[in-house]
């Protein structure tokens, strides 16, 4: 399952995990990292029998339910890659910086009345989850668009939406240590 994560990888000079499967916690966790690569973006990653699935988003989630994001989809990340924040040299794949932008855990929530497995939510192309990080929180959908890569991603309408937020711009650090993407560059080099 991981072996496009780390096709693109060489292991012997990025610090990222190469990803053995862990047992995963009752509630499944989700990450965004942002990540200064060659563009900035945001990787929203949510836990799916034993693997990260991934999205890139250009502009980050928003908590405004009238913006749609577009979301690439990646390739899935091993589930240690939720603790990952640092460097990616130079000529590596995803070479720049990436920090723990948000996490928490999330739920289905089809699954909730329905059970539906999220994973073939997802092989469907629509979904619905609830997230429990420190900056974002509530309801948000993940849809496809065609048979490709690109998906939106939509804040739903619950009482965590709020157009007033904008926690991209004003929440720039790390939930997990607190540091920007150049104190991360200041500090590792
Ligand atoms: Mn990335």
């Known amino acids: 399952m991981l072996w496009e994560y780390r096709s693109k990888r060489n292991f012997t000079h990025t610090p990222e995990p190469k990803g053995r499967r ?24 949510l836990e799916v029998k034993g693997i990260l699935v991934s999205w890139a988003v250009p ?3 928003s908590t405004n339910p009238k913006e749609k994001r577009l979301a690439i989809r990646t390739e899935g990340h091993p589930l240690e890659y939720a603790d990952f924040e640092g460097i990616i040299p130079e000529g590596e794949y995803g070479a720049g910086t990436a920090l723990i932008w948000d996490t928490g855990t ?11 497995p999220i ?28 048979k490709g890569k690109q998906w939106l991603l939509v804040k739903m309408q619950d009482e965590e ?14 939930v ?14």
Not at 165 to 172: A, G, H, S, Y
Request: hydrophobic share 30%; charged share 35%.
């Open 22 to 45: 862990r047992r995963s916690a009752k509630q499944p966790i989700f990450v965004i990292h942002k990540h200064s690569a060659s563009n900035l973006h945001y990787d929203l990653r």
């Open 59 to 61: 502009k980050g989630p």
């Open 106 to 116: 999330y739920r289905n929530l089809k699954e909730e009345d329905e059970h539906v």
């Open 119 to 146: 994973a073939q939510e997802i092989n469907k192309g629509h979904f619905t989850f609830w997230v429990e990080g420190k900056k974002l929180k509530g309801g948000y959908a993940l849809t496809r668009m065609g």
């Open 161 to 174: 939406a709020d157009a007033h937020r904008n926690p991209v711009k004003t929440e720039p650090k790390s």
């Open 176 to 189: 997990l240590s607190g540091r920007t993407i150049d104190e991360i560059e200041t500090s590792e080099k």
